[in-house]
């Protein structure tokens, strides 16, 4: 059984800084593209920033400049750095991974989702 366990969501104020983290954990084989979405209430899910297994980045326009999406592959884990935090970035956060568990083909698996909020 695969799980990815988010962390590092909360309140902050506008102007303010976050790191997510989203750890896999079971019988992963591989680990390939890794990815953070957001919802926010009333909202679509949307891809915030992904990153592929060789670093290779890309990010929503509304995010550019201001998050920064990472890896550590020997941890399985993948980061989220948000500064400069605005009110419209309030979401709840949610990690995807695609991921080889035991033998392929990959499969697509979805984090339980971190609050963020931005506000003063």
């Known amino acids: 059984q695969v799980q990815l366990v988010e962390s590092g969501g909360g309140l902050v104020q506008p102007g303010g800084s976050l790191r997510l983290s989203c750890a896999a954990s079971?019988?992963?084989?591989?680990?390939?593209?890794m990815g953070w979405y957001r919802q926010a209430p009333g909202k679509q899910r949307e891809l915030v920033a992904a990153?592929?297994?060789?670093?290779?980045?890309n990010y929503a326009d509304s995010v550019k400049g201001r998050f920064t999406i990472s890896r550590d592959n020997a941890k399985n884990t993948v980061y989220l750095q948000m500064n400069s935090l605005k009110p419209e970035d309030t979401a709840v956060y949610y990690c995807?991974?695609?991921?080889?568990?035991?033998?392929?083909?990959?499969?697509?698996?979805w984090g339980q989702g971190t609050q963020v909020t931005v506000s003063s």
């Open positions: 079971g019988s992963i084989f591989s680990m390939y593209a």
């Open positions: 990153i592929t297994s060789g670093g290779s980045t």
């Open positions: 995807n991974a695609e991921l080889v568990v035991d033998s392929p083909p990959a499969w697509h698996y």
